[in-house]
């Protein structure tokens, strides 16, 4: 093991450590946070609690509806902004600013125009997640050396063929990318529309208990929630493009 | 600059044709239409409690941009100028990015209770991760050289920072501000909705209870041109300093 991997685990065993001590001591009161060993115990509980389990099912199926969503609009607005010089011109202030606009804001009128449940809340999480999935795949288009879009016209291939054979392939590694951050920012997002305005889902749960005092349910939920996320990135991390080293190479 | 202002004119042109349309589709109780709102927004504008509450938005994001800003970049160096440091950190820091924070608003309710230093503390909370990610980034890849020399004039600490370390790394700064301070706003917003009773963000939240489309709208509008401003301000910075600062 490498010293800064031990050095980590020290510096997270450490921080966990001290906020037991201060939790056991008094130091920190019982009402405000229970310490860390108690939230795992009530994690490990709540994790047999069918009403759980149903509303852990729930938000994972939301995020994966508004996944695939956002990655197959999101991949077809980025080819058409690509393709379409003069709008790019236009649309680029939007793009460059997409993540500074406070997207949540427009969560309320979802919920008048789709009702409250699953439709606003994949609604929320595609306008959040496809802003990364549309940059990723410009950037990605923009990437592709100019040799294999000879090669294509030197085969005459058409439009369309250069673009499912060619162009996207190229691309590969930075769609990749946008794949990877549409997955993390629709759990962010989705799990924040629960908690603002839901009737289901872990992000409900969570605030469920935080309205009840229930500060055992509350932290283990949020224990569960920090676990879940961590548990995706290390999945997404082990992800890599078929053949991503031959476009470094290539260019 | 003419061409610019054409392609403004046509963004405009665009969102308003998307929004009608949406309007049309949806009906005048779900989405408002641009003329009503935008109606709505200057009579909005004509109240004391429009202009009290954005007062308090204005005076709760400077405080978070603030301890957000002087925080992250003290992070950021502290971690980036060791490099054990930074890799031992970096992951965790990456992390803790990757979160949705939200969730940790009962635990900033407990701590800070109902009020300024709640929403405040969200702001922080949000905005600082990326603030320290681009400052420890920008200070390792400082040119080696510059350290050198300082270490060769035996420079102190506190001198080496102030005098290399910062002015070095401040295109990469200002490339986390630009992203942090957009994500303290939100933060503070939503420490708004749920943690406090004045500021635009509560203001929005009483328009959602009480289903004013037109508020809801209209706020979106207000705060959507305020982050795209800011946002195209520190755009403006950074290329500014990328462009004079390297000298590459």
Known sequence: MKATTIARLLVVAFCVGLLELLCRTGQMPRLVIIPPSEMFIAMIGLLRQPQILDSLAFTVMVVAVSGVMSVVMGVLIGIVIHATPRLREVVEPVLSAYYAIPNFIFYPLFIVVFGLGAPSL????????????????????????????????????????????????????????????????????????????????????????????????????????????????????????PGSRGTELAR | MSRRLVNLALLVGLVLVVWEAAHLIAGASAIASPTDTIEHLVSLAGTSRFWDNARATVVAFAMAACITVAGGVALGIVFGISRFARETVEPIITMIYSLPKITLYPVILLIFGFGLSSKVALGVLHGIVPIVLFTMGAIAQINPVYVRSGRAMSLGLMKRIAHIYVPAALPGIASGLRVGLSLTLFGTLIGEMFASQSGLGALLMASIETAQVKTILALAVVLSVFAITMNALLLRLDKHLRAGGQGK
Not at chain 1, 213 to 223: E, P, R
């Open chain 1, 122 to 241: 994949i609604a929320l999480a595609v306008l959040f997640a496809i802003g990364a999935m549309v940059i990723a795949t410009i950037d990605g288009l923009d990437s592709i050396p100019p040799i294999y879009r000879r090669v294509a016209s030197v085969f005459q291939i058409g439009y369309r063929k250069e673009l499912w054979h060619i162009r996207l392939p190229a691309a590969a590694p930075y769609l990749l990318t946008g794949m990877k951050l549409v997955v993390v920012y629709a759990f962010i997002a989705v799990i924040a529309g629960e908690f603002l305005l839901s009737n289901k889902g872990v992000g409900h749960e969570i605030a469920f208990a935080y309205n009840n005092f229930d500060n055992a349910s509350m932290y283990g939920l949020i224990l569960l929630v920090i676990l879940l996320i961590l548990l995706i990135n290390a999945l997404l991390r082990l992800v890599r493009a």
